[in-house]
C-alpha cells in the first residue's frame, strides 16, 4: 500500500513519517537547512507479514502544490495532517479538496503537535476536522458511483470490516512526534488498512508515472514513481514517453527491495539501459510500447470546486496536471453555458505540450497563477477529434466512455457507433491487452471484420448498413431513372463515407450474396432494374460502338466521332452519356469514353505493374508503357481509378487499393 501525506506547511508530516518509520524523508540538504519540505520524500517501513507499506511525504508550501500533486497522483491511502495548535489552514483545504477530486476514497487524520494543546484543543479541532469532511463530501466525483460505507466505531480505535471506511468517516489521530503518544495507535491502523487493501488490477499494460530520475554509478540512469498499471520484469522493453525512446529494464526496485519484477499499486525504481539522465524528465512516462500515443487534447469530464466563486467559461486558460506532468492548456466546454461552481460538464482539454493517459485516468485543473485549485478530471478519450467535438454523436460516445465496467463501455460504444468500434484504439483508450480484449468481445454479441484496422459492430447497425444500400440504390433508381445505378465508391460516400473500404466491401458482397442487390461490371443496382435505349438510339450506338473498339486504349473523342460519322456533337455527347449511365462505357475525361471491357483490361494492367512491383507502387510512366499510350491519357487513365476508388493516389504513385470491388 502506498500512504501519500498531505497538509499545510509546518504541521509536521514530515517528522511524522519520520516517527512512523525512522526515515528522513527530507532528502535535500536546501530542505533540511530551511526545514521545510519542497520536494517529494519517501520512507518504507517492512510489516511483519512481508508487505511493505511505501509513504510519499508532499511538501505543504502553496508554492510547491505541483510537487505535492506529482505525489499524491496514484496512492493508495491519504494521510492528512493537521497541527492541534494551527488546526485547519489554507493548504489543509486544498491538499484535502486534492485528494477527493483524485478519488482517493481511504486515508485517516494525524492530529499531530497534540502534545502542546490541551483536551478541549484536541475535541475542538477534531469537530472541525469532522465538519470540513462533511463540508467537501461532495468536492468527490467517482464513475464507479460505489455504495457508501458504515461508519467507523469510535475515534482511533477502528475496526477494520473487508471494506475500508469512507474518507469522509475516516479515523482522527491525536500524535506527538516529539513524545510519541498516538504513534503506535496510527502505525497499527496503517497496518491493518493495508491488509484490506487489495491487490490493484494488473490487467492492461504497464505504466509508471516518473516522478524523480538519477544517475547511481556503475548501474546508470534510475527513475521512480508510482506504477498505475500492468507489471514489468528485468529485461522487459518499454518506452519513455512522450519522447518516444525505447528502453531495456536492467533492475527493479519494488517498495525499496530488489524485485524481478513491479506491479500495479508499488512504488518502483527502475533501472534503465540506453537512457541518459538528461533524456528523461519528471513527468514523462514509462509503459508499453502500446500505449505511447502522445496527445495535446484529452476529452474528459470535469467538476468545478463548489469554493469557487465564478462560473468556468469557455476556453479558460489552467495548469493541467495528471501523475507527475504538468502543463499549460485551456479548456473548451462541450456545452454552451458556462461550468456553475459545484457542477460537472464533458470538456476537451487543449494542452501547450504532449502527454499520454488512458480512461479513467485522474487530473487536476488548477488556475494559471498556481495561487488555487479549479476542478478535478476524468479522462474518457485520449485521441478526440479536433473537429465535431460537440456533436450529438460525439456527446453520446463520451458518455460510453464514462462507463465504469469494461464491458459496458464496449457495448454503449458498439450502441451508438453506426460506422463500427475501432477495437485496437478501444483497447489503448482502455488500456487493455489482448486477452482483456479477447475476453470482452466473447460476452457480447458483434460482427467482428479486419480491414486495416480491426472494427466492431453492433448486429443491428451491421444490417443497417446492408438496408441502407438497399434504399440508397432505390432512391438513386427513382431519381435518375435512366442509370444503371451507383460504382461502389459512390455507394459507400453516400451510405457511409466514414467507413473503410474493406468494410463497405464486406457489406456490398454480402447484400449481393443475399440477392438485395446486383452488379453489372462496376454498376450497382436493384435486382431487375435495367436501362435500355429507344430504338433510334439502339441504331445510333451500333454505329459509333465499333470506334470505341477499333482503339479501346486510345479511343476518340466525342468531338472525332462526331466528326468521322458526320453527326451533330450535342447528338453523340447524349448518346454516350446515357450508355455510360447504362455501365456500357466510362467517362474517364472531359468528352472522353472508353468501353468498359477497355477499362477492365487497364485494370488489369495496373494489377499487373502492382504486383510486379517491390513495394505495390506504380509511376504514371510505368503505366503509359504498359497501355501504349501517351503520358497524359495514362495520367487521366490513372486520375479515374483513383476517383472511383480503385487506386489511391500517394503523390505521384499510385497503389492498388485491395478493398475495392469496382473491377
Same mark, same amino acid.
Given at each position: 500500500m502506498i500512504i501519500g501525506t498531505a497538509g499545510h506547511i509546518d504541521h509536521g508530516k514530515t517528522a511524522l513519517v519520520k516517527a512512523l518509520t525512522g526515515v528522513d524523508a527530507d532528502r535535500l540538504a536546501e530542505e533540511k537547512a530551511r526545514g521545510i519540505t519542497i520536494d517529494l520524500g519517501y520512507a518504507y517501513m517492512p510489516l511483519l507479514n512481508g508487505e511493505i507499506l511505501g509513504f510519499v511525504d508532499v511538501p505543504?508550501?502553496?508554492?510547491?502544490?505541483?510537487?505535492?500533486?506529482?505525489?499524491v497522483t496514484g496512492i493508495d491511502f491519504a494521510l492528512?495532517?493537521?497541527?492541534?495548535d494551527d488546526g485547519i489552514m489554507p493548504q489543509t483545504l486544498e491538499h484535502l479538496q486534492i485528494i477527493k477530486l483524485l478519488g482517493i476514497r481511504r486515508g485517516a487524520v494525524a492530529l499531530t503537535k497534540s502534545d502542546l494543546v490541551s483536551q478541549d484543543r484536541i475535541a475542538q479541532v477534531s469537530a472541525d476536522i469532522r465538519a470540513l469532511f462533511g463540508g467537501t463530501g461532495s468536492e468527490a466525483f467517482d464513475l464507479t458511483r460505489p455504495h457508501p460505507n458504515p461508519p467507523p466505531s469510535g475515534e482511533g480505535t477502528v475496526e477494520l470490516n473487508s471494506t475500508a471506511p469512507e474518507l469522509a468517516n475516516c479515523p482522527i489521530f491525536p500524535v506527538s512526534a516529539i513524545t510519541g503518544n498516538g504513534i503506535r495507535e496510527l502505525w497499527a491502523y496503517l497496518e491493518k488498512a493495508s491488509t484490506v487493501n487489495g491487490t490493484k488490477p494488473n490487467h492492461g499494460h504497464f505504466r509508471l508515472a516518473v516522478d524523480r530520475c538519477f544517475t547511481v554509478a556503475g548501474a546508470g540512469t534510475v527513475v521512480t514513481g508510482t506504477v498505475f498499471s500492468g507489471r514489468v520484469a528485468i529485461g522487459d522493453k518499454l518506452m519513455v514517453s512522450p519522447s518516444g525512446r525505447e528502453v531495456r529494464i536492467r533492475s527493479i526496485h519494488a517498495q525499496n527491495q530488489a524485485s524481478e519484477t513491479g506491479m500495479a499499486g508499488q512504488r518502483c525504481a527502475l533501472n534503465l539501459a540506453h537512457m541518459e539522465k538528461q533524456d528523461i524528465h519528471r513527468g514523462d512516462w514509462i509503459l508499453n510500447p502500446?500505449?505511447?500515443?502522445?496527445?495535446?487534447?484529452?476529452?474528459?469530464?470535469?467538476?468545478?470546486?463548489?469554493?469557487?466563486?465564478?462560473?468556468?467559461?469557455?476556453?479558460?486558460?489552467?495548469?493541467?496536471?495528471?501523475?507527475?506532468?504538468?502543463?499549460?492548456?485551456?479548456?473548451?466546454?462541450?456545452?454552451?453555458?458556462?461550468?456553475?461552481?459545484?457542477?460537472?460538464?464533458?470538456?476537451?482539454?487543449?494542452?501547450?505540450?504532449?502527454?499520454?493517459?488512458?480512461?479513467?485516468?485522474?487530473?487536476?485543473? *488548477?488556475?494559471?497563477?498556481?495561487?488555487?485549485?479549479?476542478?478535478?478530471?476524468?479522462?474518457?478519450?485520449?485521441?478526440?477529434?479536433m473537429r465535431g467535438r460537440r456533436t450529438a454523436r460525439r456527446l453520446a460516445i463520451l458518455s460510453a466512455w464514462e462507463q465504469s465496467d469494461p464491458q459496458t463501455k464496449l457495448q454503449t460504444l458498439l450502441a451508438v457507433s453506426p460506422d463500427g468500434v475501432d477495437l485496437k484504439s478501444f483497447a489503448v483508450n482502455a488500456n487493455l491487452n489482448s486477452v482483456n480484449l479477447e475476453g470482452l468481445c466473447q460476452n457480447l454479441i458483434l460482427r467482428r471484420f479486419e480491414g486495416g484496422k480491426l472494427i466492431a459492430f453492433a448486429p443491428e447497425h451491421w444490417t443497417q448498413l446492408s438496408m441502407a444500400v438497399v434504399e440508397t440504390l432505390r432512391r438513386e433508381h427513382e431519381k435518375v431513372p435512366?442509370?444503371?445505378?451507383?460504382?461502389?465508391?459512390?455507394?459507400?460516400?453516400?451510405?457511409?463515407? *466514414?467507413?473503410?473500404?474493406?468494410?463497405?466491401?464486406?457489406?456490398?458482397?454480402?447484400?449481393?450474396?443475399?440477392?438485395?442487390?446486383?452488379?453489372?461490371?462496376?454498376?450497382?443496382?436493384?435486382?431487375?432494374?435495367?436501362?435500355?435505349?429507344?430504338?433510334?438510339?439502339?441504331?445510333?450506338?451500333?454505329?459509333?460502338?465499333?470506334?470505341?473498339?477499333?482503339?479501346p486504349f486510345q479511343?476518340? *473523342?466525342?468531338?472525332?466521332?462526331?466528326?468521322?460519322?458526320?453527326?451533330?456533337?450535342?447528338?453523340?455527347?447524349?448518346?454516350?452519356?446515357?450508355?455510360?449511365?447504362?455501365?456500357?462505357?466510362? *467517362?474517364?475525361?472531359?468528352?472522353h469514353y472508353f468501353d468498359r471491357a477497355a477499362v477492365a483490361q487497364l485494370a488489369d494492367a495496373f494489377r499487373s505493374l502492382a504486383q510486379a512491383s517491390s513495394d505495390g507502387l506504380v509511376t504514371a510512366a510505368k503505366f503509359r508503357d504498359q497501355i501504349g499510350t501517351g503520358r497524359k491519357l495514362a495520367v487521366h487513365i490513372l486520375e479515374f481509378f483513383d476517383r472511383i476508388g480503385f487506386t489511391r493516389r500517394l503523390g505521384d504513385l499510385h497503389r492498388l487499393r485491395e478493398d475495392s470491388l469496382q473491377f
Open positions: 505543504g508550501h502553496e508554492k510547491f502544490i505541483h510537487n505535492m500533486l506529482a505525489g492528512l495532517v493537521v497541527a492541534a502500446t500505449l505511447h500515443l502522445p496527445t495535446h487534447r484529452l476529452d474528459v469530464r470535469i467538476k468545478l470546486l463548489a469554493s469557487e466563486t465564478k462560473p468556468l467559461r469557455h476556453w479558460t486558460p489552467i495548469s493541467f496536471h495528471l501523475g507527475a506532468f504538468r502543463a499549460s492548456g485551456r479548456i473548451a466546454l462541450l456545452r454552451d453555458e458556462p461550468l456553475e461552481p459545484g457542477d460537472s460538464t464533458l470538456a476537451q482539454l487543449v494542452l501547450d505540450k504532449p502527454t499520454c493517459a488512458v480512461n479513467g485516468d485522474r487530473c487536476i485543473l *488548477r488556475d494559471t497563477s498556481a495561487q488555487r485549485t479549479l476542478a478535478g478530471g476524468i479522462v474518457l478519450d485520449t485521441q478526440p477529434p435512366d442509370s444503371l445505378g451507383l460504382n461502389a465508391e459512390q455507394l459507400r460516400l453516400r451510405v457511409a463515407p *466514414r467507413l473503410a473500404r474493406a468494410i463497405f466491401t464486406q457489406v456490398l458482397t454480402e447484400t449481393l450474396s443475399l440477392g438485395q442487390c446486383a452488379k453489372d461490371g462496376s454498376w450497382w443496382h436493384l435486382p431487375g432494374h435495367k436501362i435500355i435505349l429507344t430504338e433510334q438510339d439502339e441504331k445510333l450506338w451500333h454505329r459509333i460502338s465499333p470506334l470505341l473498339l477499333a482503339s479511343p476518340p *473523342r466525342v468531338r472525332d466521332i462526331a466528326r468521322i460519322e458526320s453527326l451533330d456533337e450535342a447528338v453523340v455527347r447524349k448518346l454516350l452519356i446515357q450508355v455510360a449511365r447504362m455501365g456500357q462505357v466510362y *467517362r474517364i475525361a472531359h468528352d
